[in-house]
């Protein structure tokens, strides 16, 4: 007896097609809700406004005093919009690193970026590193921003050098792990020599904090994300393949070994951008990678703007609950991080078999 036509099953074209619209409204509603959550970070901040005149100094910036206007687009909108950009960049590179490595528990921590740009920021804040003198306008904050930002791409630098042979994946883990432990134990020589003073700086650097976030700091990751998107958009049917195949990716026609340097380098621009200037932030790029995976699979397409979506609210959610938290009082948005991503974190390890069966 045949099925009647009304009742046939649908074909693999239409599942396809229904997958594709189901995906797409996905990122849609994240990205709705995370504009919801841009406005509702950016409404709550320093400065006493109301609710009334966030809404129209944002819509309407001439409608509003001068007060009005300074505490919400000077002060309020370079942290908002970092956390933006934070997320983004972050939860992008996290991804990248465990696309190409293979490894769930793969983010900028992993290769030892947040570690190096760390000690790089330790160095300009604990012997006062000032090129102010040799180049009018650099001044020691900015070089805070550069150290940090080269020695955390130094760090892939080093671990693509010594991972030149024909090394497997898990070797190329254990060198970031090892450069890690390298440079925590600079940065920890270097708190030990460093004044009282000094190592106040250092430690609050170390939590992450929005309030560095400046114009000129937020459009230079604004810059490096506005490249980094698009290139790892093209590079998504290539990275699907990766991730499906590994190794055997390559006879598809896939240059793996170049794609794995190029997409960890990229990793590395984008987590170096956002330490070097709001400090060390973790979890986001062991966060959002997965809860977009959970969401819409390993297919790439979908998978890099869900990240970057799931990236945003996260990071866009703890700055508000950092200002929330204690009264009077802006947390580092780096302890909040940590404080939801841990449990997450365990309970990410004790679900991956492929680390609990040995």
């Not at 970070?41 to 819509?59: H, K, R």
């Amino acid at each position: 007896m045949t099925m009647p036509t009304g009742l046939a099953a649908p074909s693999s074209q239409v599942r396809y097609t229904i997958t594709i619209w189901r995906r797409s409204a996905l990122l849609m509603i994240l990205l709705a809700f995370a504009v919801m959550a841009f406005v509702a970070d950016l409404i709550v901040g320093s400065g006493t406004l109301t609710f009334n005149e966030a809404v129209s100094g944002l819509l309407n910036p001439s409608s509003v005093d001068t007060s009005v206007r300074v505490i919400l687009w000077e002060l309020r909108m370079p942290m908002t919009l970092m956390a933006v950009l934070a997320g983004t960049c972050l939860s992008l590179a996290g991804l990248m690193m465990q696309t190409v490595l293979d490894n769930p528990l793969a983010e900028p921590f992993t290769l030892g970026i947040s570690s190096a740009a760390g000690f790089g920021a330790s160095l300009a804040l604990a012997f006062n590193m000032s090129l102010g003198h040799a180049l009018p306008g650099f001044g020691a904050d900015l070089v805070v921003t550069a150290n940090a930002f080269l020695f955390s791409l130094l760090t892939v630098g080093i671990i693509l050098v010594l991972s030149r042979g024909h090394v497997g994946l898990q070797a190329i883990t254990l060198l970031g792990i090892a450069v890690h432990f390298v440079f925590s134990s600079l940065l920890g020589l270097v708190q030990y020599v460093a004044s009282t003073d000094q190592l106040q700086s250092i430690v609050f650097w170390l939590m992450g904090s929005l309030q560095h976030a400046t114009w000129n700091k937020v459009t230079l990751c604004a810059v490096i994300a506005g490249v980094a998107i698009p290139l790892s958009l093209a590079q998504a049917w290539a990275l699907t393949a990766l991730r499906s195949f590994g190794e055997q990716a390559v006879l598809f026609g896939i240059p793996v070994r170049r794609l794995r340097t190029t997409m960890l380098l990229l990793a590395a621009l984008l987590a170096g951008a956002v330490t070097s200037v709001v400090g060390v932030i973790g979890f986001v790029g062991l966060v959002a990678p997965h809860m977009a995976k959970l969401l819409v699979g390993e297919d790439q397409r979908f998978t890099i703007g869900v990240t970057i979506a799931c990236g945003i609210i996260f990071v866009t959610l703890a700055s508000l609950a950092s200002k929330l938290i204690v009264p009077g009082a802006v947390l580092p948005i780096g302890m909040v991080t940590s404080l939801i991503g841990l449990p997450f974190f365990i309970i990410l390890i004790l679900r991956d078999r492929r680390l609990t069966s040995r």
